[in-house]
């Protein structure tokens, strides 16, 4: 079977296959699709901060705590850069579902264009202890033939933790260059909502109303148990030292 689905307010395609009660997924297609409207809709939560010119969302999961980031936003910007620069047209879609599955805090920022506050009108992002950190990119050389410009990517930060968020948001970035980003999407398993912890495979779990998404991205989960996951056999957890 063929579904859209949204992980972290990302849309994309999956191929599913079935296999007992568990989904295995077979292909991702880059997509975007009209979200359910009336009744049954499901509303995104956000929070405007800033006088409206900030507003941080939730697609999946409890929304973050938005307390002391007011005056975070009042307060100095930190830049961090992530040593990632990429030339010419670039792809980063498998970079969007990584950030949204593996980081801690992991929420959206909305901005109207011209805002002082955020670089981007669209972020990536993440909050903890009053403080918020997205992900950003901009133009560091440009050239008559677009394969030849420069992109790097930072972290900009605000707030009393502003550094350590915008580290720990750098380094997801550093291993997703290193790890992932040549080797595409990752294993994927959709379970039965109220599958207990310990009957899931190894990976990274983002929750859904009806279903359980188990992410198996290279480097977060054993060589053994993506091998076995990526080749059909049954999911399994493999014991922790």
Not at 5 to 18: E, F, H, I, K
Not at 51 to 76: C, F, I, N
Not at 90 to 105: D, H, M, S, V
Not at 117 to 145: C, E, V, W
Request: proline share 7%.
């Amino acid at each position: 079977m063929v579904v859209p689905l949204a992980m972290g307010g990302y849309t994309r395609s999956l191929t599913l296959v079935r296999r007992g009660d568990v989904l295995h997924c077979e292909h991702w297609t880059y997509c975007g699709f009209v979200r359910d409207r009336g009744a049954a809709a499901r509303a995104t939560r956000a929070v405007p901060l800033a006088g409206g010119e900030v507003t941080v969302r939730w697609e999946d999961g409890e929304p973050g705590d938005t307390s002391g980031l007011e005056k975070a936003l009042r307060g100095p910007r930190r830049e961090l850069t992530t040593g990632l620069v990429v030339r010419g047209i670039f792809n980063f879609e498998t970079l969007q579902i990584y950030a949204a599955t593996t980081l801690p805090g992991f929420c959206r920022l909305a901005a109207p264009e011209g805002s002082t506050l955020i670089a981007q009108q669209d972020a990536a992002a993440m909050l903890s202890d009053g403080s918020l950190a997205y992900l950003t990119h901009r133009k560091i050389k440009d050239a008559p033939d677009p394969t030849d410009h420069l992109t790097e990517f930072f972290i900009h930060a605000y707030g009393p933790a502003a550094d350590q968020l915008a580290e720990r948001f750098a380094d997801r970035v550093r291993t997703w260059d290193q790890m992932v980003r040549e080797s595409g999407y990752p294993p994927l398993t959709i379970h039965p909502a109220g599958t207990p912890n310990g009957q899931l495979p190894t990976g990274d779990v983002l929750d859904k109303p009806s279903a359980r998404l188990v992410f198996q991205w290279p480097g977060r989960v054993r060589d053994r148990a993506q091998g076995l996951l990526a080749a059909g056999g049954q999911p399994v957890r493999l014991p922790t030292r």
